[in-house]
């Protein structure tokens, strides 16, 4: 599956536009906050209905608009197509339409068009809180399971209730309440912690595989590791909570349940935030961006993702850079978007690859190359 075509109104900086894609290498190259990544925030908020920078929806409107719309047509293979429209504003609730069907749950759409997006950001991936890398589980695992992302979004609603009950402060909670918040998070959670082990499962060797290919390292003392960490490993959720409420009544939140999982990284033995250079930072970031790309492919019911890099050449040194251009230029990976500042790093990936390429120019809001 491919974007063979984009239309853009009204998003961030970009008025209208009309992007015709190659379905192999896609080049934006501009100078800096011109919009190139606007156009694949774009793209990713077409796929998952999200802006990948954490903006909300009104932030995504173009300044002194009311509304954005975005318009994708998708084609696989065979030459079947897909028409996707996500719209935002104009009185509106955010609106989701395939083919000219409104889709109702979000579950229906995310995951029919999968990516994964490479940024300068994606080092929080390695040096930031937990919440970053539980961020990082749910962006892959609600992309290839429907029931994921619904008991996510519940386990959420949830939380939100129960933690409102602890703080409140003029009464006691009832009993009776908390009984059934916490077996409905018990019964969410255990659907996320049983997906969630197995994607630590099957892709901690992946990920390791791609650290040792990017960064040149060949021994144990810089083999990457990852393990998952959960309360559920220590027993029933249900259990957990129960026997925190008084605790948890003091401090006003829930301090047990998958919202508390993590992901500890590892090179060799030690502690990836407490030890590793920042060479090692953004080599294990790329190296888990590109695992996902790896896992999406090889489990998501055969649907290739596209790849979108922004802005990640000017932060390699030139050995990984060089890795990073022969992985890219690769037959085997599917569509790919590139943004850039100049052309020197694009010419040099484009010279390494012999697939189909379509370059743009980005000034302004406005992309040349677009038709």
């Known amino acids: 599956m491919y974007l063979r075509e984009l239309h853009i109104t009204n998003y961030r900086n970009v008025a209208d536009a009309t992007l015709h894609f190659s ?30 920078s954490g903006a909300t929806d009104t932030q995504c409107v173009r300044h002194g608009d009311e509304f954005f719309l975005l318009e994708g047509m998708f084609a696989d293979e065979s030459g079947t197509e897909n028409q996707v429209a996500v719209s935002v504003g104009g009185g509106r609730p955010k609106r989701v339409v395939h083919d000219g069907q409104r889709v109702r749950r979000l579950s229906q759409h995310i995951g029919r068009f999968p990516l994964v997006l490479i940024s300068p950001t994606d080092t929080q991936l390695v040096a930031g809180g937990g919440e970053e890398r539980r961020r990082f589980m749910d962006t ?5 399971h429907a029931d994921y992302l619904e008991a ?9 209730q129960r933690n409102a009950l602890l703080k409140q402060s003029d009464a006691e909670p009832d009993p009776a309440v908390l009984d059934v918040l916490e077996e409905m998070l018990a019964a969410d959670a255990d659907v996320i912690f049983g997906h969630r082990q197995a994607f630590a499962a099957a892709f901690a060797p992946r990920c390791a595989a791609l650290y040792q290919r990017l960064s ?11 393990a998952y960490v959960s309360h559920l490993q220590r027993g029933p959720l249900r259990e957990q ?8 009544r003091i401090v006003g939140y829930t301090l047990h349940g998958i919202h508390k999982d ?10 990836v935030r407490r030890e590793a250079s920042q060479g090692q930072h ?5 190296s888990l961006k590109l695992a996902q790309y790896a896992y999406l492919r090889d489990l998501g019911d055969h649907r290739t993702p596209m790849l979108l890099l922004d802005d990640i050449f000017d932060k390699l040194d030139t050995n990984r850079l060089q890795r990073i251009i022969d992985y890219v230029s690769s037959d085997a990976l599917g569509q790919i978007f590139i943004t850039d500042t100049d052309r020197t790093h694009t010419d040099k ?5 012999r697939r189909d390429y379509r370059l743009f120019s980005v000034r302004a809001g406005s992309i040349e190359g677009a038709e």
């Open 282 to 286: 953004k080599t294990l970031a790329l």
């Open 241 to 248: 909570l129960r026997e925190g409420r008084q605790k948890e």
């Open 140 to 144: 892959v695992l609600s992309q290839l």
């Open 349 to 353: 990936l484009l010279r390494a690859t």
């Open 152 to 160: 996510a979004i519940r386990y959420d609603r949830t939380l939100r």
């Open 262 to 271: 993590d992901l500890q990284l590892t090179l060799g033995s030690y502690p």
């Open 216 to 226: 040149g390292a060949d021994d144990e003392a810089e083999a990457a590791g990852i």
């Open 23 to 52: 379905p192999n290498v896609n080049c934006l190259v501009g100078a800096n906050a011109q919009g190139k990544t606007n156009v694949l925030d774009a793209i990713y908020y077409l796929s998952v209905c999200r802006s990948s």
